[in-house]
């Protein structure tokens, strides 16, 4: 297979979800040596997997490294050019899917160590710390406003031309601000992809006692990134970032 955008977005993505749902799981999981690291631990993790996301998926073709469907429709929303929206997030779907299998054979003996089916849920997708569906979709529409932004500052031309292969690494610290700040309330899915496609993966894979999936819940982690890249895409086509 050749390099191409939609295999950089699919890689991408993959690496992204086998880090970024790979730190959860070590964090939360029973028996890992990271088990109850906390907070820091994940926020941080998640950074990382979003740097090393974005490398992977130029590496593998994609020169936009969205690696989130709401970063696609924000920057859609932005240029007026929607021509990549299926094809992209079409990858970044498949690509959180195959990443939250990783996950599951990565950790494989600690699915049944660990007694909570709710925990086990958390290492795929996101869950409110209350649940509040008004607030929780406000939560994820503002961090993910913030997501949006935040990328069209760091690639402002405004500020002049990052050093090559700089932009990845402010990308990650943008990630780990919003994970810090804004991440308490819902777990800061701020990308469908990234919360729908382990979901998903969950509700297919044979994991003990794994309880439900909570799909009463799935549509905020959707609704509100793509709410949220819209108002930001419309800012950033307004004031021409």
């Not at 070590?26 to 990271?34: D, I, P, S």
């Not at 969205?66 to 992209?88: Q, W």
């Not at 599951?104 to 086990?120: D, F, Q, R, V």
């Not at 905020?220 to 004031?239: D, E, H, N, Q, S």
């Amino acid at each position: 297979m050749q390099l191409s955008p939609f295999l950089g977005e699919l890689v991408g993505t993959m690496v992204l979800i086998l880090l970024g749902d790979g730190v959860v799981a070590n964090v939360v999981l029973k028996r890992t040596k990271g088990e109850s690291s906390g907070w820091i631990v994940i926020t941080t993790g998640w950074a990382f997997a979003v740097t090393m996301g974005i490398f992977v998926a130029k590496a593998f073709g994609s020169i936009d490294a969205h690696l989130n469907p709401a970063v696609t429709v924000g920057f859609a929303v932005a240029t007026g050019d929607y021509s990549n929206l299926v094809s992209y997030i079409s990858a970044q779907l498949i690509g959180a899917f195959l990443g939250a299998i990783l996950v599951w054979l990565h950790y494989l003996p600690h699915w049944a160590a660990t007694s909570e089916p709710g925990t086990k849920l958390a290492v795929f997708a996101t869950d409110p710390a209350i649940r509040h569906f008004p607030g929780n979709v406000i939560s994820e529409t503002i961090g993910t406003l913030a997501l949006i932004i935040g990328v069209a500052g760091i690639s402002s031309k405004s500020l002049g031309t990052l050093a090559v292969g700089f932009g990845p690494y402010l990308v990650g610290v943008l990630v780990w601000s919003i994970g810090l700040s804004l991440g308490g309330t819902t777990g800061y899915a701020i990308n469908p992809a990234r919360d729908l496609g382990p979901r998903i993966a969950h509700a297919m894979l044979p994991i003990p006692g794994k309880g439900s999936s909570d799909w009463g819940y799935a549509w905020v982690p959707i609704v509100g990134p793509v709410v949220g890249a819209i108002l930001g895409g419309l800012l950033i086509r307004w004031y021409a970032l």
